[in-house]
C-alpha cells in the first residue's frame, strides 16, 4: 500500500476554465515566437529532427533559437504518463500521483548550502538574578555529509513527511565534483525509506547513481517497478533558455527511463513579467517545452509538472518567496498541471525570514495552506527551509511536520450526510433534556479516535513560550530513533561497485 | 472475590464507566459490569462501604488524577470517572448515613445573579461530587437571598460562587455581604471562580478562596478538610 498523501475534495483554484485555456494558448504562442533559445546541441537536433524550427544564433557561445509547434507540445502531452509512480526503499512509502486527482504529498527540499545549528544559552534577568530564560541562538555553517544523514533521518521518523528531496549540500573537504552524487544519494537512501529526489551534479555519476539505485531496489527490473529514485532538472533558465549541461543531463535520465521533475523558477519582476498573466504564461511555456523535449527522447517517461515561480523583492530584487504572490503562482501552476492530466510539483512553506520564529511560522504557513488546498501531487514545501531556501535547520523541520498534521486535519472531508445527522440530533436532544446540558460526555468516544484535532505539540506551560525548546526535545527523540539502514550484503556491494562512497558513510565498517 | 470486585470498580473508575452501557478508554469493556452495576455486587457481598470507597473508588480517582497531570488524560476522561464516583456516591449515601459513617463535606454551587453561564460551575460539581463530597447546584442567575437561605438552613461547609462576566462578577460581593449582614459568614468558606475573576479579586470582596478551575476546587477544599481535622 503506497503512502495516502491527503485526498483534496474541492481544491482551492483561483483561475476560470477561460482563463486556464487564455494561459495556455498564450504559452503556445510563446513556444512559436519568440520560442526558446538552445544552448545544448542536443536538444537542438531532437527537437529539430521532429519537426520544430531551428535558427542559429550569433553569440560567444553556440546557441540556437528553437521554435516548437503546438502539434508537438500535444503530442507529448499525450505520451506523458498521467499516473507517476514515485517508489521507495520500502514499498509502503511508495508514491502514487495521478494527474487529474487534487492530492498532496508532502516533500522536503531543496538543497542548501548552509546548516543551521541551535544552542539554549541562558541568560539571568540583571534585576533579578533568580529569574533566568533560555533564548534560542541560531548558528549557520557549512553542511556537510553528516547533516545530511541526519536530515535523512529525522525527516524518515517526521510522520507528515512523504518523500525526501536532499536538504543540505554537502561540502565537506573529501567531498569533489566527481564524488557528490553517489555521496548524497548513498547518505539519503541509507537513512530514509521514502522516495529520494535530487538533482545531479555531475552527469558522469548518472550511471554510478542508477546502479546505486538497482542494487538497493532489488535489480534492473525491480527499479523499474519501484523507482526509488527520481531527478529534478532545471533544464530551462527563465527567461526561455535551454541551458547546456542540465538539458544534457535530462536527456540522458530521460533515456534511463526514471521520473524526472521538469522544473523552471522564473522571477516575476526579472526574469518573467511580473504580472500574473505573463509569468504564468512564460513559466507554462517553459515546462512544456522541457516536457516535450523529454517526451521526444523518450516517449512515456514519467515526468512531473515542475513549478518554483517566485516574486522578486522590491528593496533587493532577491526571491520573495515570502511574497502572496508567489503562492498565487504556484496555485495557478497546479492548475495549469492538472488541466494537461499530468502529476504536479509545487512550492510552498519558503520563507523571506533567516531564522525560526514568528515571520518564518506566518510566511511559510500561509502559503503552505493555500497551496495545499489547491491540491498539488507533489507539494516541495521547504520543510526545514529558511532565508529563501539557503538554510536548512532541522529544528525547523521538526515544528514544519506539527503545521503539516494541522493541515492534513483541515483538508479532511466533511462529514455531514443523513445517519451522522440524525445521531447528532438525538445527542442534541439527550443533552438538552440532562440538568448540567454538557455534550462533554459525547466527547470521550471520540478523544482517542483522530477524530479531534490535538493540542499543539510544542504548547509551553502557563504562559511560557517554550516551543522551540519542546520542538528540539522532539528533534532530539527523532535522532535517537533507530535507523532502517540498507542491509550488509547491499551495502558491501555498492561499496565495492561503486567508488568514491566515503568509508566512514559504511555502518558496518566504521566499527561504532 | 470481595478484593476483585474493589479492584474492578478501581479499573471501572481508571476507565470512566458509570454503568455496563458506557464505553470506557478500553472498548472491549463496554457491556461488561461498570462502577455502579459493581459498588451494587460489593455491597450484596458485604463488602463494607469504608472499603469500596478507599480502595475502589478514591484509589480510582487517584490514579485518574496522576493520569491527567501526565496529559494522558483529558478533561472529558476526569469528568466521566468523577461522575462515575459521584452515581456510587449516591448508592453509598443512604448506607454512610444509616451507619454514622462521617462523610466529606458539604458544597453548594451557584451562577449569582444576573449570569447564565454554567459550564464551570457544572464541571467544577461534577469533579467535586466525584472527590466525594455532598453537593447542592442552586443554578444559574441566583438571587442572593437564596444562597442566604440555603446557606441559613442547609448549612453547607464550603459554598462556591462563579461568574463569567465583568458585569455579573460583583454579585459575588453581593453576596459575601448579605451573609455578614445575616451572621452566616463564618459558618462557610466561600470560593469563588469564573472567566472574569482573579485571587486579587477574591480578596478584594471578602472571598477565602480563589479557584482557576474545577481541580483546584477539588485541592482547596481537600486542604480545608485536612485543616479541620
Known amino acids: ?512 | 472475590m470481595g478484593k476483585d470486585i474493589v479492584a474492578t470498580i478501581k479499573e471501572n473508575v481508571i476507565q470512566g464507566r458509570k454503568t455496563q452501557e458506557d464505553v470506557g478508554i478500553d472498548e472491549s469493556l463496554t457491556g461488561t459490569p461498570g462502577v455502579m452495576e459493581l459498588v451494587q455486587q460489593a455491597l450484596e457481598s458485604s463488602i463494607s462501604p469504608h472499603v469500596i470507597i478507599t480502595e475502589g473508588l478514591t484509589a480510582g480517582m487517584e490514579v485518574v488524577g496522576e493520569k491527567y497531570s501526565t496529559k494522558e488524560y483529558f478533561i472529558p476522561d476526569m469528568l466521566a470517572s468523577a461522575e462515575a464516583v459521584g452515581a456510587a456516591m449516591d448508592l453509598l449515601k443512604p448506607i454512610l448515613e444509616s451507619s454514622n459513617v462521617e462523610t466529606k463535606g458539604k458544597f453548594a454551587i451557584a451562577t449569582v445573579k444576573g449570569d447564565i453561564h454554567d459550564i464551570g460551575k457544572n464541571i467544577v460539581a461534577i469533579l467535586l461530587k466525584g472527590a466525594g463530597y455532598e453537593v447542592h447546584d442552586l443554578g444559574t442567575d441566583v438571587p442572593t437571598e437564596k444562597v442566604v437561605e440555603f446557606v441559613r438552613e442547609e448549612k453547607p461547609g464550603y459554598l462556591g460562587l462563579s461568574a463569567l462576566l465583568t458585569t455579573t462578577m460583583t454579585e459575588m460581593g453581593v453576596v459575601i455581604k448579605a451573609l455578614e449582614e445575616n451572621k452566616l459568614r463564618s459558618s462557610v468558606k466561600v470560593l469563588i471562580g469564573g472567566a472574569a475573576v482573579s485571587e486579587e479579586f477574591a480578596q478584594e470582596i471578602g472571598a477565602d478562596v480563589y479557584c482557576v478551575d474545577g481541580f483546584a476546587a477539588v485541592k482547596v477544599l481537600e486542604a480545608f478538610e485536612i485543616a479541620k481535622s
Open chain 1, 1 to 512: 500500500m503506497p503512502r495516502k498523501g491527503i485526498l483534496v475534495h474541492r481544491p482551492y483554484e483561483r483561475l476560470t476554465r477561460e482563463q486556464v485555456e487564455l494561459i495556455h494558448r498564450a504559452s503556445m504562442q510563446i513556444l512559436t515566437d519568440p520560442g526558446l533559445i538552445s544552448f545544448n546541441r542536443e536538444a537542438v537536433d531532437i527537437l529539430h529532427s521532429h519537426g520544430a524550427a531551428v535558427e542559429s544564433m550569433a553569440g560567444d557561445r553556440q546557441n540556437w533559437q528553437v521554435k516548437i509547434p503546438e502539434q508537438l507540445v500535444l503530442k507529448a502531452l499525450n505520451t506523458a504518463p498521467k499516473t507517476v509512480k514515485l517508489g521507495a526503499r520500502n514499498p509502503d512509502n511508495a508514491l502514487i500521483m495521478h494527474g487529474d486527482e487534487p492530492r498532496v504529498y508532502f516533500i522536503t527540499g531543496s538543497e542548501t548550502n548552509m546548516w543551521l545549528d541551535v544552542d539554549f544559552p541562558t541568560y539571568v534577568n540583571k534585576a533579578d538574578p533568580t529569574r533566568e530564560i533560555k533564548i534560542p541562538e541560531f548558528k549557520p555553517r557549512r553542511g556537510t555529509v553528516d547533516d545530511l544523514c541526519q536530515s535523512a533521518h529525522v525527516c524518515e521518523h517526521l510522520e507528515m513527511v512523504d518523500g525526501y528531496i536532499r536538504t543540505v549540500n554537502i561540502q565537506d573537504r573529501d567531498i569533489t565534483e566527481d564524488n557528490k552524487d553517489i555521496n548524497k544519494f548513498f547518505a539519503s537512501l541509507n537513512n530514509n525509506t521514502k522516495h529520494f529526489m535530487s538533482g545531479l551534479t555531475s552527469l558522469k555519476q548518472l550511471d554510478n547513481v542508477v546502479r546505486m539505485a538497482e542494487l538497493v531496489a532489488g535489480g534492473k527490473k525491480a527499479l523499474e517497478d519501484n523507482p526509488i529514485i527520481s531527478f529534478i532538472t532545471c533544464l530551462v533558465k527563465s527567461p526561455l533558455q535551454f541551458v547546456d549541461d542540465t538539458t544534457a543531463t535530462f536527456i540522458e535520465v530521460c533515456r534511463r527511463g526514471l521520473p524526472v521533475a521538469v522544473s523552471s523558477s522564473p522571477q516575476a519582476g526579472t526574469t518573467a513579467p511580473i504580472k500574473e498573466a505573463g509569468i504564468m504564461a512564460q513559466i507554462n511555456a517553459e515546462v512544456l517545452a522541457g516536457i516535450t523535449l523529454g517526451q521526444l527522447v523518450k516517449p512515456g517517461t514519467p515526468v512531473l509538472y515542475g513549478s518554483v515561480p517566485v516574486r522578486a523583492r522590491m528593496d533587493t530584487l532577491g526571491d520573495s518567496y515570502g511574497s502572496v504572490e508567489t503562492s498565487q503562482y504556484n496555485i495557478d501552476c497546479v492548475q495549469m498541471a492538472r488541466s494537461y492530466g499530468l502529476p504536479n510539483y509545487s512550492t510552498s512553506g519558503v520563507c523571506d525570514s533567516k531564522i525560526p520564529g514568528q515571520q518564518s511560522s506566518i510566511e511559510r504557513l500561509f502559503s503552505d495552506i493555500v497551496v495545499a488546498m489547491s491540491g498539488p501531487q507533489f507539494l516541495h514545501c521547504a520543510f526545514g527551509l529558511l532565508d529563501c531556501n539557503s538554510v536548512f535547520c532541522l529544528l525547523q523541520a521538526v515544528l514544519d511536520d506539527a503545521h503539516f498534521k494541522m493541515i492534513e486535519f483541515f483538508l479532511r472531508q466533511p462529514r455531514i450526510d443523513q445517519p451522522e445527522l440524525e445521531a447528532m440530533l438525538k445527542q442534541i436532544r439527550e443533552v438538552v433534556a440532562t440538568p448540567q446540558k454538557l455534550y462533554i460526555g459525547h466527547i470521550r468516544p471520540l478523544l482517542r479516535s483522530g477524530e479531534i484535532s490535538g493540542i499543539y505539540p510544542f504548547e509551553g506551560s502557563g504562559e511560557a513560550d517554550d516551543v522551540f525548546e519542546l520542538a528540539y526535545e522532539r528533534m532530539k527523540e527523532l535522532l535517537a530513533r533507530p535507523v532502517d539502514y540498507i542491509d550488509r550484503k547491499t551495502t558491501a556491494r555498492i561499496f565495492e561497485e561503486i567508488h568514491g562512497i566515503l568509508p566512514r558513510l559504511n555502518i558496518y565498517e566504521r566499527g561504532s
